[in-house]
């Protein structure tokens, strides 16, 4: 199975995702880790995109340690006064068990950890946003659950420890371990609408599913599927819809007048493509899970970050 690689902003939905931002005029950063391929994507957006009022800006982002996207957090606070959206969909393709520099498995760090400490250090902005006349500010989480059980008891079981070591380096064992990544994000996302509702906020907070697309990520996992992986990357490679309808239901999320126009209908939800609010597995909806996974994520990040 491969090593870490992780997808950024500069190619896949995040691309595509960035370019359609840009052609409606808006002010997109991309979050990137490299600079030289965030200017790449910039020069070819441009180039497909001749005529927008919007501008493309590089931030330098990094989601794979707590500290690190604190710091990219921290760097676009001092380059900005607004922020209207936020979309998170970091990903990372990560076949074999391993632990960044915080001592947290790599998926649960770029998913989950990375982005809420990301999120929370720029929540602040996005509440003194949501109270300007005529604001529009959402926050939105890309995910795909996990069918396996969770628990999220203690920290070790967030971060490192949740599967027998027999089962850390298969393809099993890596699917199980993306999908609680992402599970964990989902429940913080719902807690933290569940927040900002009961402080009056009218941000609204929803994660997607952007579907089956024939990104690299998705054909790299599809291809490491045991004994039929290369015939079930032949036929993804057809199946799966493309990057730029994939990025569809993430613009739904982020600018469709109807989200803002009947926010209590949104917020919170789930979405299917596109713009189909679909009730998540039933973990998912787990309240009391969510709180846990909240409470357990919030120590992981103050205390992995000095905050």
């Known amino acids: 199975m491969s090593s870490t690689q992780e997808f950024e902003l500069s190619r896949g939905i995040g691309f595509q995702t960035a370019k359609q931002l840009y052609e409606l005029g808006a002010t997109v950063y991309l979050g990137c880790r490299d600079e030289t391929k965030a200017l790449d994507a910039i020069n070819r957006i441009r180039a497909d995109v001749t005529e927008s009022d919007g501008q493309l800006k590089w931030l330098h982002a990094d989601m794979s340690s ?21 979309i998170n969909n970091a990903a990372i393709a990560n076949m074999t068990f391993s632990l960044n520099e915080d001592g947290v498995e790599h998926n649960m760090a770029v998913h989950h950890l990375g982005p809420s ?59 199980a371990r993306y999908g609680r990544s992402k599970l964990a994000n ?20 929803l994660s997607l599913h952007p579907g089956a697309v024939r990104t690299d990520s998705a054909l790299q996992s599809v291809a ?18 493309d990057e730029a309808t994939g990025a569809l239901n ?22 299917e493509p596109v713009g189909k609010i ?18 357990l994520s919030e120590k992981v990040i103050q205390a992995r970050s000095g905050v």
């Open 66 to 86: 707590i500290k690190k996207a604190r710091e990219s957090a921290e760097a676009f606070l001092k380059m900005e006064n607004q922020l209207d959206i936020l």
């Open 117 to 175: 400490a990301f999120t929370l250090a720029v929540l602040d902005l996005m509440r003194q946003t949501s109270t300007k006349p005529g604001s529009d500010v959402n926050s939105n989480a890309h995910t795909m659950l996990t069918r396996y059980s969770v628990t999220f008891d203690d920290e070790a079981d967030l971060i490192s420890k949740p599967f027998p070591p027999t089962d850390y380096d298969t393809w099993s064992g890596w699917l």
């Open 186 to 205: 989902l429940l913080f996302v719902n807690e933290l609408q569940r927040r900002l509702e009961a402080e009056g906020s009218n941000i609204i907070v």
């Open 278 to 295: 679909t009730p998540p597995a039933q973990l998912a909806q787990d309240q009391e899970l969510a709180k846990r996974v909240w409470d």
């Open 250 to 271: 993430t613009i739904f999320a982020a600018t469709n007048p109807a989200v803002r126009a009947d926010p209590e209908k949104y917020k919170g939800k789930y979405l």
């Open 224 to 241: 490491a599927m045991p004994i039929a992986g290369p015939v079930a990357r032949f036929i993804a490679s057809f199946m799966f819809m």
